[in-house]
């Protein structure tokens, strides 16, 4: 489970830190270990300008919040929810899935997670804020381009 | 109904047979990841020993109806089962009588039970409860013990207060006068901790509830299991605790009162059962326990529990305490001399249960937990839904080992091995 790849990321975590400027910030907690990531979106012209996150987790949380932005960032905003949907389906494979590494990059590495259930929500905590974040961000300017 | 009492453990505890208290229970002859299963994750749930499985499958082969219902034998049989657990674990915890101990699903659902009928409580009553009067918990509470206090304080106005703690893991008292005092209500609180594996002072806080004539509710989820409990030593009001955390099946739980205080009490959940005369207009109730057992009850789980008591008995609480202590020596031994792992909690072997938490330097509890259930260890990781203490001590987490009257010296040492193994793969020692 604990792929060199991860513990690359855990140890030396990429765009950690939170910066501006930003549109949307979330909190996303996993209730039932503590883990947690305060996440930063700022998305510019349909495009995922920049990603930036503070939080604390254990490795699996915070490696694979430092894949997602990695893989997110400078993204189409349509591309990046597709990739996030690939990695979300590889979480949900149970081990069953072979991953494509032309579209999660390092995040094939996760793959060994998805046999562990109790590990799956460490592995989406940060996609999934980054997904939430995304949402609001691209909500409110589609908001504002109609008023 | 005769007890099946385990293998011959008895004698002093130096000769305390572990290895014959195993042999009852079979899954401890699993392996986990091609290891033997090194289980220690006791204070979140325990391992049932033949002699329970047997009198729970006994009782649904040969004596299961629904209680205190119907006329024909099987019912008349499950009737008096039911009710002779209720006997025996009344007697477990040193009650005057069996009529002050109530069924529940679950050590959760009893302090609601308490909550509530303070909540439904009529102006005047004793358990009325409103603005201005005050109900005090501590900062150790397991989230079961800690948020219906919470809603009961918002649903009727009514002050929560806490006991803080100390950095070495006690309730700090300096302040217990002022924050226990005339306006409060009911001062609930845990025995021993399920995460720092501190004991808590009984006497000190009850005699402090008795002069200003507050009520005592206390969380036995994590003493009962381990110790001799008698509730009138202890001087409480209100005393909980769990099945499955002493041998006994998940869905049981109870609620000890005394006999006053349950009488006057009003009802929690309402249904079958609880009532006396039911008319369309209105209902009475009935008397305690039936008036808190609304419903078909937990039946067989009840049986179960009755089989756990006699166990522990049968084995010795007192021998059992003895064990665990020198396992929990052990640990903490063992901790002290790891350098980059810290307790969580009292550090040594005074006023202290078998659950320890610890820390490891540089490595995340969920970390730690994987890595211990590759070697076979099972330990807890998390807040343990005890989260205001993870905060008290400003970690995100623990890692929790926590052992019982079947854990050996070889597996403590096991867990000390593997903690180790840990610290070397995340290049921490």
Redesign the interface.
């Known amino acids: ?2 792929q060199e790849i991860i513990l690359d990321h855990y140890r030396r975590p990429h765009h950690k830190g939170l910066r501006d400027p930003y549109d949307v910030e979330v909190h996303h907690v996993n209730p ?5 990531v305060t996440l930063r979106v700022r998305v510019a012209d349909g495009v995922v300008e920049d990603v930036s996150y503070d939080g ?6 915070q490696a694979s919040t430092s894949v997602m932005t990695d893989l997110v960032i400078g993204k189409q905003v349509d591309e990046a929810l597709r990739t996030s949907e690939a990695f979300l389906e590889l979480m949900q494979s149970r081990g069953q899935l072979e991953p494509d590494e032309d579209v999660l990059e390092d995040g094939i590495a996760f793959a060994g997670v998805s046999r ?1 259930p109790a ?1 799956v929500k ?1 592995a989406l905590l940060g996609w999934m804020a980054w997904k939430d974040a995304t949402a609001q961000a691209v909500a409110s300017s589609s908001g504002g381009a109609a008023t | 109904m005769t007890a099946v009492l385990p293998r011959d453990t008895r004698g002093s505890v130096s000769t305390y047979d572990v290895e014959a208290v195993r042999a009852d229970f079979p899954i401890l002859s699993r392996q986990v990841g091609g290891r033997p299963l090194v289980y220690l994750d006791n204070a979140s749930s325990s391992h049932k020993p033949r002699q329970v499985l047997d009198a729970e499958r006994d009782f649904v082969e040969q004596h299961y109806s629904n209680v205190h219902r119907g006329v024909h034998t099987l019912s008349q049989e499950a009737t008096d089962r039911y009710e002779a657990a209720r006997s025996t674990v009344a007697a477990f915890l040193g009650a005057r009588d069996a009529h002050e101990l109530v069924f529940t699903k679950n050590a959760t659902e009893a302090y609601n039970l308490v909550a509530y009928s303070f909540g439904n409580a009529a102006a005047g009553s004793r358990f009325a409860i409103g603005p201005g009067d005050e109900v005090c918990v501590t900062e150790m509470e397991h989230h079961s013990n800690l948020v219906p206090w919470q809603m009961l304080c918002e649903r009727t106005g009514a002050t929560l207060r806490w006991i803080p703690l100390t950095d070495d893991g006690r309730l700090d008292l300096t302040d217990l006068d002022a924050l226990v005092n005339e306006r409060t209500k009911v001062l609930a609180f845990v025995h021993v901790s399920n995460i720092l594996g501190t004991k808590n002072p009984v006497d000190v806080l009850v005699a402090r509830a008795r002069e200003v004539g507050a009520l005592t509710l206390l969380d036995g989820a994590q003493s009962a299991p381990h110790e001799v409990v008698d509730v009138q030593a202890l001087g409480v009001d209100f005393f909980v605790l769990t099945g499955h955390k002493m041998l006994a099946p998940s869905g049981i739980g109870v609620l000890w009162g005394r006999k006053e205080l349950l009488d006057a009490m009003p009802p929690f959940l309402g249904g079958g059962s609880m009532i006396e005369v039911v008319t369309m207009s209105g209902s009475t109730y009935a008397a305690a326990p039936e008036r808190f057992e609304a419903g078909t009850p937990v039946i067989s789980q009840a049986v179960a529990l009755a089989a756990a008591c006699d166990y522990l008995q049968a084995v010795g609480l007192d021998r059992i305490a003895a064990h665990e202590a020198q396992l929990t020596a052990r640990v903490l031994d063992g901790i002290r001399g790891l350098d980059g792992v810290r307790v969580i909690g009292p550090d040594t072997i005074e006023m202290r249960g078998a659950a320890v938490s610890f820390a490891i330097d540089g490595v ?4 730690v937990g ?2 211990l259930d590759e070697l076979g260890i099972a330990v807890r ?3 343990h839904c005890a ?1 205001p203490v ?1 905060r008290r001590y400003g970690v ?2 623990t890692t929790r080992a926590s052992s019982y009257l079947y854990n050996s010296e070889a597996e403590i040492d096991a867990l000390l091995d593997g903690v180790v193994t840990v610290q070397r ?1 995340w290049g921490t020692a």
């Open positions: 489970m604990y039932t270990c503590g883990d947690e604390q987790g254990c490795s699996i949380s562990y590990r460490c | 995340h509890p969920h970390d994987q890595s990781v998390g807040h989260a993870c995100p987490a793969f």
